[in-house]
T-cell receptor, first 106, second 112 residues
Framework: SQQGEEDPQALSIQEGENATMNCSYK?????LQWYRQNSGRGLVHLIL?????REKHSGRLRVTLDTSKKSSSLLITASRAADTASYFC??????FGTGTRLTIIP | KAGVTQTPRYLIKTRGQQVTLSCSPI?????VSWYQQTPGQGLQFLFE???????NKGNFPGRFSGRQFSNSRSEMNVSTLELGDSALYLC???????????FGQGTRLTVV
């Protein structure tokens, strides 16, 4: 399969805690992107990491990429209620996994 | 700059009918992709259009078709609707050579 697989499928944490979700894939990649989807709405681009990069930051987001293990992780620090959403990784371009459903408990 | 616009936002159709959904991409974006999202299947890729040509197609039956016009606006059509076609249909546009995609809010199709 050319799509990524997010893990875990669902995650619930207390507000203020950090949330980590992972994406594994099987093919070689040029880049990997993470998107967020609030319930029943369109996806919003969060961050892109290229195959020659190992880590990237954007605000409270930190993405790592390990091409040898064919995996990426998305860390959201100091979580907020507004972070409640589904998170998808996109392998190369517009090929999505099933997502991680993140719930932040106030 | 206006975002990706999908119309209509909500639609209720009867089994056997056909439906046409519309997507207006961000100005300057020539690539438009369509997705079907259901609770059990996640985001399933339908097809991608670039400059009026279908560039990629997902594993969907021939009842699902699409097209793109010279102004990059795209439509998708589903004929002979089935209950299982009930889903959120998402459209995404992107600028050629740029991986970041911009999504519309989707069309929620309910087949009864």
């Amino acid at each position: 399969s050319q799509q990524g697989e997010e893990d875990p499928q669902a995650l619930s944490i207390q507000e203020g805690e950090n949330a980590t979700m992972n994406c594994s894939y099987k093919t070689s990649i040029n880049n990997l992107q993470w998107y967020r989807q609030n319930s029943g709405r369109g996806l919003v681009h969060l961050i892109l990491i290229r195959s020659n990069e190992r880590e990237k930051h954007s605000g409270r987001l930190r993405v790592t990429l390990d091409t040898s293990k064919k995996s990426s992780s998305l860390l959201i620090t100091a979580s907020r209620a507004a972070d409640t959403a589904s998170y998808f990784c996109d392998i190369n371009h517009l090929t999505f996994g099933t997502g991680t459903r993140l719930t932040i408990i106030p | 700059k206006a975002g990706v616009t999908q119309t209509p936002r909500y639609l209720i159709k009867t089994r056997g009918q056909q439906v046409t959904l519309s997507c207006s991409p961000i100005s300057g974006h020539r690539s438009v992709s369509w997705y079907q999202q259901t609770p059990g299947q996640g985001l399933q890729f339908l097809f991608e259009y670039f400059s009026e040509t279908q560039r990629n197609k997902g594993n969907f039956p021939g009842r699902f078709s699409g097209r793109q016009f010279s102004n990059s606006r795209s439509e998708m059509n589903v004929s002979t609707l089935e209950l299982g076609d009930s889903a959120l249909y998402l459209c995404a546009s992107s600028f050629s050579g740029i991986p970041e995609a911009f999504f519309g809010q989707g069309t929620r199709l309910t087949v009864v």
